[in-house]
């Protein structure tokens, strides 16, 4: 980006912006309301817990603190706060990622405008995209011109309301309404892919007498537009002779990546999370069908294959993956890839089948109870897969029978887990009346020739390189000390002072803590110092769980820990002192001997004046123990 930063740490200290403006940004930005926008968070107890979105896992092994606006994985150590979790998600730098936050939170940066043009012109993009949206929604509720494509949404069983919240459009049949109308700049026009400037070099709309719909980001940013021509219009003929595709969608632009979208994804999120389950469609009237028939948790690729990206989107969501295809083209998904993408993003990938040739939209406005049923009972992709072979087979005959082994052990093969295959080895040996010793024997043959092959599968790298973290070696009042001061500091008040950590991490962190900055500043502070265990540390201990309400007693159980280990760590300080002689004998001895003294007093009756003495006792020492 921009050469005005500095790099320090990994961390970009930008001059245009200050440190008033960064907190700012922190304070408007609820961490868990964006953290949402990626992955499902639950509360529990003080603070909300999730699967990891930085690494794959099953148990939920990331939290995040609300008040503090900080989220820790004990999983894979992913740590930070509002800016790093959208640097880390959106892959942008410091800068990039706190004007976005800024936007989210309508707070205007007083920065360098040099400094930001990409992100300046993201802004004009999305703002204009936004502008069209609504235009054409405008058109397509009251436009005069508009009556067929109305009647044509009725027909598929999608009314006004259902238009409103679909925010569906309509393009009028004209060259250049959109542009002219909103007064699109060419930049923006070609920006958004809205439209361009033609040969003629005017400014041409890219869709035209189609109905829009709008495709959002999760957050419910619009970044790109599709469009369906009307049945009416299927066999229109263009000037150059091609046919008019019946979808069109906006190309690739700086505000929208196909393999990163799934349409609906802002709308359906909610429903994903609550059943954990999300169906994947091939159009937009599917999806709009699937809401209607009560599963308002149906997303669809827009104009593009289901890839990986998207994997890594739905895996933040759902574990279980239902592709609500065509059966021909679920058919044709790369069988290797997908389970190579179950296994990696640990999801399970299964198949709805509609009876008939229809689709979901017919099923939903003629039987909503069979496109529930269909969901309900969609089975494992291999198990389609194998389905699918034993269906076209002619399994009436020893015959036909025997010619399907080959196919069915060629679609097992695919899969990379030999005990899954085992299992299916044997279903297929059922319904071919076969041995499954003879079966066991074709699918290792097979196995053998790598032509079957598409694609090597790959044990899974992510789960393999995320270990658990041990939490590391550390003096534990102190440890609950700070703690105390996180989650209870009205409890706490002055109890705790800097000379009872007796681990320099520890102090450090506590020192932070005390000076009234956010736990997010301290962080920083901590890592441009280079202190990375101190800012991992509070990382963690932010979000740590606090599971019932702390009372004074556990103020005091851990100050009188803490004074004691700080005391018996001074009392070694005083012994050095002795034999370097900067005491005389029987100071250090009297020394000594009352401060055990008081030591054994905390334990016992008198806690509170012990604790006081104790406390003075450091105090008086601290300037004589730097060392
Ligand atoms: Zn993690």
């Known amino acids: 980006m921009g050469g005005s930063g500095v790099t320090l740490n990994g961390y970009l200290l930008h001059m245009a912006i200050s440190d008033s403006e960064i907190a700012q940004v922190r304070g408007a930005t ?16 003080r603070r909300w817990t999730g699967l990891c979105p930085f690494h794959g896992e099953k148990t939920p092994s990331f939290s995040v603190n609300a008040e503090e606006g900080r989220y820790y994985c004990f999983g894979c150590r992913a740590s930070g706060d509002q800016i790093t979790f959208v640097r880390e998600m959106q892959h942008l730098d410091f800068v990039d990622a706190l004007r976005l936050l ?27 995209m936004d502008q069209a949206v609504h235009w054409y ?33 309509w393009a009028p049949d004209d060259w250049d309404a959109l542009s002219s109308s909103l007064n699109l700049s060419p930049k923006v026009l070609e920006g958004t892919g809205l439209g361009f400037v033609n040969k003629r070099d005017r400014r041409q709309d890219a869709l035209r007498a189609r109905v829009i719909f709008p495709i959002f980001d999760p957050s419910g940013k619009a970044v790109a537009v599709g469009g369906r021509i009307l049945p009416s219009a299927s066999e229109t003929v263009r000037p150059d002779g091609r046919v008019e ?29 609550k059943s954990g389950e999300i169906i994947v469609c091939e159009g937009y009237t599917d999806v709009i069908a699937f809401f209607g028939a009560g599963m308002p948790r149906a997303v669809a690729t827009c104009g593009t294959a289901l890839g990986e990206e998207h994997f890594q989107t739905m895996r933040n969501f759902a574990k279980r993956i239902v592709l609500a295809y065509d059966a021909d083209q679920a058919g044709q998904s790369a069988a290797a890839s997908v389970y190579q993408w179950e296994q990696k993003h640990e999801v399970d990938v299964a198949v709805a089948r509609f009876p008939g040739r229809s689709d979901p939209a017919e099923l939903a406005m003629s039987d909503p109870e069979a496109l529930r049923a269909a969901v309900k009972d969609a089975v494992p992709f291999l198990q389609f897969r194998l389905n699918r072979v034993l269906e076209a087979a002619n399994l009436t005959t020893a015959e036909g029978r025997a010619r399907a082994a080959d196919p069915a052990m060629r679609v097992l093969a695919e899969h990379p887990s030999e005990l899954v295959r085992d299992q299916y080895v044997m279903q297929v040996a059922d319904s071919l009346h076969l041995e499954p010793r003879v079966l066991r024997t074709k699918l290792t043959e097979i196995l053998r020739h790598p032509l079957v092959r598409e694609v090597p599968n790959e044990p899974s790298q992510v789960a393999s390189s995320v270990r658990p973290e041990r939490t590391q070696a550390t003096p534990r009042p102190g440890l609950e000390a700070l703690r105390l001061s996180l989650h209870a500091p009205r409890l706490v008040k002055d109890r705790f002072i800097a000379q009872y950590f007796v681990n320099d991490v520890q102090r450090e962190i506590f020192e932070g803590l005390t000076s009234g900055k956010s736990v997010s500043d301290v962080v920083d502070e901590l890592e441009r110092r280079g202190d990375d265990q101190a800012a991992r540390l509070l990382s963690q201990i932010v979000v740590d769980e606090v599971d ?18 700080a005391v018996v760590e001074e009392l070694k300080n005083v012994e050095r002192e ?10 250090a001895n009297a020394t000594i001997r009352d401060v055990k003294e008081r030591v054994a007093l905390l334990e016992t009756a008198d806690g509170d004046s012990a604790e006081r003495d104790l406390r003075d006792w450091l105090l008086g020492r601290t300037p004589s123990d730097a060392q």
Do not use: C, M
């Open 30 to 45: 609820d961490i868990v309301a964006l953290i949402s926008d990626y992955v499902a968070l639950k509360k529990s107890g």
């Open 102 to 128: 800024a936007d989210r939170a309508g707070i205007e940066l007083h920065e360098d405008l040099n400094a930001g043009p990409a992100r300046k012109e993201r802004q004009e993009f999305l703002a204009a």
């Open 137 to 169: 929604h405008e058109r397509l509720l009251n436009a005069p011109d508009a009556r067929p494509a109305r009647e044509y949404l009725k027909t598929r069983g999608i009314n006004g309301e259902v238009a409103r919240k679909f925010q569906l459009g």
């Open 245 to 273: 595709p019946k979808y069109k969608n906006s190309p690739e632009t700086p505000i929208y990546s196909k393999r990163r979208t799934l349409y609906a994804l802002n709308w359906a999120k909610d429903d994903i999370i």
């Open 548 to 565: 019932r309400d702390y009372t004074p007693e556990d103020v005091t159980a851990v100050v009188s820990q803490l004074l004691r280990s």
């Open 578 to 587: 002795l034999r370097s002689a900067r005491l005389s004998p029987e100071v």
